[in-house]
């Protein structure tokens, strides 16, 4: 049950003492996907399409209910600044009450899906610790009442009074990058799952034609999958992908019909991944995604699957990505880090990417290297480590070899030193603890947060504890 939260007993804005609704507008941007539903059922339905008066009574009544029952949602749904959180009331036949405290918010970002655009509508995204996706979102307010609406949630989670602030103007920071769509769409063609869906789409449209296999033609479908959707996520998803810097961290901004808005804050970054495919190695293009305190998907996986995390840079050059790196963490300079590679006997397990495994540290972060089809540099601060462990195989007991796994909370980066001997083992897990200590003593975190570290490792593995529980710092 919702604990309810005593309201304000100084002089606050309307909002603060009453409660506000959200834009009159919301009922219609919201319910008109019930009527785009409702037009593709009607339109793989014969018996609709031949009788079109039907067919539109049925779509009007379907909008009409879409946005009667968005108006009844609307109408019960406001929202409150309190002292120290804000409030969201919602639901008409089941009552909800979020209570999101300022000091739980970690990041606020402006979202602009493509009809609420039109509208010059927008959604606010808050992340929150410990929170889901959609316990933080609130929409729609106008552009300006979303953006000022933020500056205030800010102001409030580092503990200052709103009108100590001054309103943001409505501006676009300028530039540091600004992504090209041609080397999206390049990079996206060049990718392992599109090359391998255009392969077998190629082979399957010649074993039909010219050799004659009666295979079908559903089973190109997952294939044209395969092409379609990594095109439509990245060069639609992140198109003119915008890298600006503003006083609350660095911020992205991307969309061609949705325009998203993510802010990087100072000091959240737990973890940074660059990943580099073979094919752009050779171009020398790389992409960078983060591990942000509380913030929650949006980075997809080689796998495919969705991680915590943000895109700190979908394609760039060598130049681009070590000038991004230097203002996230200042002074990083991954090329005078020495790496130590993995000793010749790891060969018998990884025969080719032996090679590719390295790792090294200086005095703000440990990095680590390995794979060769897939390059994948992990960069975890020292202060941000979690905890330090060792596990080891069969076959790496009878080859002396061990990994030793350093912990950040989850996200895209996994940083590991694979397959090191067990001397070098011993002395990493013992040397990262030692930073990880000594790193969390001289540096301060902002705001306390709870994470949720990396799945343990399986049993047989020792582990040596870099971040207790309730240190903040840690996280």
Do not use: C
């Amino acid at each position: 049950m919702t604990e309810p939260v005593a309201p304000s007993q100084t002089s606050q804005p309307r909002a603060e003492q009453t409660g506000e609704r959200l834009h009159p507008l919301t009922p219609f941007v919201k319910g008109w996907g019930y009527f785009v539903v409702a037009a593709f059922a009607m339109a793989n339905n014969e018996s609709l399409r031949t009788n079109l008066t039907i067919a539109g009574i049925v779509l009007g009544a379907v909008l009409v209910g879409g946005i009667l029952l968005g108006a009844l949602s609307w109408w019960f749904t406001k929202w409150q600044l309190t002292d120290d959180a804000i409030r969201v009331d919602s639901g008409f036949l089941f009552r909800r009450t979020r209570i999101i405290r300022f000091d739980r918010i970690q990041t606020i970002d402006v979202a602009q899906p493509l009809v609420a655009r039109l509208f010059n509508m927008a959604e606010l995204r808050m992340d929150v610790a410990g929170g889901s996706r959609s316990d933080g979102r609130l929409s729609y307010f106008t552009y300006d009442d979303a953006a000022n609406l933020r500056t205030t949630l800010l102001v409030r989670a580092k503990g200052e009074q709103a009108t100590e602030r001054p309103e943001e103007p409505r501006y676009e920071p300028p530039p540091l990058l600004v992504v090209p769509t041609g080397r999206l769409l390049g990079a996206t063609l060049l990718s392992s799952t599109v090359l391998g869906s255009l392969a077998g789409l190629i082979w399957l449209i010649v074993a039909t034609t010219v050799l004659e296999f009666h295979i079908g033609l559903f089973a190109g479908l997952p294939l044209l999958l395969g092409v379609v959707q990594p095109i439509w996520k990245q060069v639609v998803g992140n198109h003119k992908f915008t890298l600006a810097e503003t006083h609350d961290g660095l911020r992205t901004k991307r969309g061609l019909f949705d325009i998203q808005r993510q802010t990087v804050p100072p000091g959240r970054v737990q973890g940074l991944l660059i990943t580099e495919p073979l094919i752009w190695r050779l171009i020398g293009w790389s992409r960078v995604d983060l591990d942000i305190a509380g913030v929650v998907g949006g980075v997809q996986g080689d796998d495919g699957d969705e991680r915590d995390g943000a895109q700190l840079l979908p394609v760039g050059q060598r130049d681009e990505v070590a000038g991004v790196l230097a203002r996230v963490l200042p002074g990083l300079d991954l090329s005078r880090i020495e790496l130590h590679r993995a000793p010749e006997r790891a060969k018998w397990l990884r025969p080719i990417g032996w090679r590719y495994l390295a790792y090294g540290a200086d005095e703000q972060v440990l990095v680590t290297t390995r794979g060769w089809i897939s390059r994948r540099t992990s960069i975890v601060l020292h202060h941000k480590t979690q905890s330090v462990r060792v596990q080891q195989g069969p076959l790496q007991r009878r080859l002396g070899l061990a990994n030793v796994h350093v912990d950040t909370p989850q996200g895209p980066t996994d940083a590991v030193a694979l397959h090191r001997d067990l001397g070098d083992a011993a002395e990493l897990l013992e040397a990262q603890t030692a930073r990880a200590r000594e790193a969390r003593r001289t540096a301060s975190s902002p705001v306390p947060v709870q994470t949720q570290p990396n799945p343990p490792s399986p049993d047989g593995s020792s582990s040596s504890d870099a971040s207790p529980a309730d240190d903040s710092s840690a996280t």
